[in-house]
């Protein structure tokens, strides 16, 4: 795919941070990397791919659990090395059930559950993850 803009992939060993937002409730589901691969896939098929730094490929964000994220809007930073996707997603983007990562907050010297659970788990990934 061409584009008239260039993603600074270089600047991050070749892979940069993605931040995915829900499109209609503007709530963060998660943080995640991409790299060149991953972002013209993403681009090409308006499905979210990602690069996993533990296994070290690109993988369709959903591709176990069937929770894919379909890509309505790609916002680019500044210095053109980081990506914002808005996404319509089908269930949670939590691989522990939640609909966002960021289901825990911090209150004092704790860390609190502030989410619930979209599903369970144990029955979509059986203990795998």
Not at 64 to 80: R, Y
């Amino acid at each position: 795919m061409n584009f008239d803009f260039e993603i600074d992939f270089k600047k991050g060993n070749g892979i940069i941070p993605v931040i995915i937002q829900d499109w209609k409730t503007n709530e963060v589901l998660m943080q995640a990397y991409l790299n060149k691969e991953a972002f013209e896939k993403t681009m090409q098929e308006k499905r979210f791919y990602y690069f996993s730094r533990s296994q070290n490929r690109v993988k369709l964000k959903g591709e176990v659990s069937g929770n894919v994220q379909l890509v309505k809007e790609v916002f680019v930073d500044c210095d053109n090395d980081c990506v914002l996707l808005k996404v319509e997603p089908k269930v949670g983007a939590c691989h522990k059930g939640y609909k966002s990562c960021f289901y825990r907050k911090i209150e004092g010297d704790k860390l609190v559950i502030a989410g619930k659970k979209v599903f369970d788990p144990e029955k979509v990934y059986g203990g795998k993850k």
